[in-house]
């Protein structure tokens, strides 16, 4: 069965600092994508990086990278220079390659960023 | 760029009644989803749809009747409201493609009463 899970409900930091927020998956899929998203407070959703579980470097856009472990069937998210407006929920999602409409999501981190 | 609409915003229905969502997107996009958010429970997939015409059932079909007979167009019903229940439907659109990134709609918040 294909799964997607994210342990940390809820962390808490001080701004300008960096967060890393955990995700573990199963699939039984040799070639899978994994995705992280943000839900901001108004409820928007939105993409913000992908991992092809093909390439071993972490892929990184702006200050959001990705900590990728495949034996460990991990990616974490890490925000660097953490910003207000960086508190939201997010996701962390999977696609098999073989059933690429079978987008799995967990159950998301809350993540709260003080000043 | 484009955009995904979701019709109402808010909805209020009651026990028993059937109850339908729509969406609309403008990508150009030939996939479609319905998704189901709990509080603490993440997104759940009721239905997609690969192509216009083409339905496919999630995880949480049960309960719900899905409709895309445009392109740009995929809607929901739900067959008979629970008593209090209450969710968020995202209705949701990407390419044909597994390493593609899907684009979110912004909700219809559901009460039953």
């Known amino acids: 069965a294909q799964k997607v899970t994210q342990t940390q409900t809820s962390i808490s930091v001080v701004e300008k600092t960096t967060v890393t927020m955990d995700c573990v998956y199963e699939t039984r899929d040799s070639s899978y994508f994994l995705f992280w998203y943000k839900q901001t407070a108004s409820g928007e959703i939105v993409f913000l990086i992908r991992?092809?579980?093909?390439?071993?470097e972490n892929a990184t856009v702006g200050h959001y990278s990705l900590n990728f472990q495949k034996p460990k069937s991990s990616i974490g998210l890490i925000i660097t220079a953490t910003q207000i407006e960086d508190s939201a929920v997010y996701f962390c999602a999977m696609s098999p390659d073989t059933n690429a409409y079978k987008v799995i999501f967990g159950k998301g981190t809350h993540l709260h960023v003080l000043p | 760029g484009g955009i995904i609409t979701q019709t109402p915003k808010f909805l209020i229905g009651q026990e028993g009644q059937k109850l339908t969502l729509k969406c609309q997107q403008n990508?150009?996009?030939?996939?479609m989803y319905w998704y189901r958010q709990d509080s603490g429970k993440g997104l759940r997939l009721i239905y997609y749809s690969i192509t216009e015409n083409d339905l496919q059932k999630g995880d949480l079909s049960e309960g719900y009747d899905a409709s895309r007979e445009k392109k740009s167009s995929f809607s929901l019903t739900v067959t008979s409201a629970q008593k209090n229940e209450m969710a968020v439907f995202l209705c949701?659109?990407?390419?044909?493609?597994?390493?593609?990134?899907?684009?979110f709609g912004k909700g219809t918040r559901l009460t039953v009463v």
């Open positions: 949701a659109s990407s390419i044909v493609q597994s390493n593609t990134e899907v684009f």
């Open positions: 991992q092809d579980s093909y390439k071993k």
């Open positions: 990508f150009n996009h030939d996939t």
